[in-house]
């Protein structure tokens, strides 16, 4: 059975979905997925994604925290994030950027009663 919806409602579960894959995107995410398979070492490969505003690079870093879930190990107590995914203002300074960056490792047990194990990600 087929239910209609209006076109903007069908875009927009295309979108949250992730079916709508262009080139440049998903060889991005061949890109990062690559990096996260890399051995381990003192120097570790890193990628930048930038680029004009609605060109996609939100799209392709919450397909890829998708695809990667924090995982909570309750034994230990830790929450193992294979992926830290940042979004930096217009004017990053090195301050911001170690703010944001440090900021989900303010402590394991908040940021564990935050995460929702259905895969959607941190409770707002």
Do not use: W
């Amino acid at each position: 059975m087929v239910t209609a919806r209006p076109p903007g409602v069908f875009m927009a579960h295309l979108r949250d979905c992730g079916r709508v894959l262009y080139a440049r995107a998903k060889q991005a995410l061949d890109r990062l997925n690559q990096l996260l398979d890399h051995s381990r070492g003192t120097r570790m490969p890193s990628v930048a994604i930038y680029g004009d505003s609605g060109m996609g690079k939100t799209m392709i870093m919450k397909r890829f925290r998708a695809q990667h879930p924090p995982t909570f190990n309750s034994l230990t107590g830790t929450l193992r994030t294979p992926v830290l995914a940042m979004e930096m203002t217009s004017r990053p300074g090195e301050r911001r950027f170690y703010a944001e960056l440090l900021s989900p490792a303010r402590g394991t047990a908040a940021a564990a009663s935050r995460y929702r194990p259905d895969g959607a990600g941190y409770a707002g």
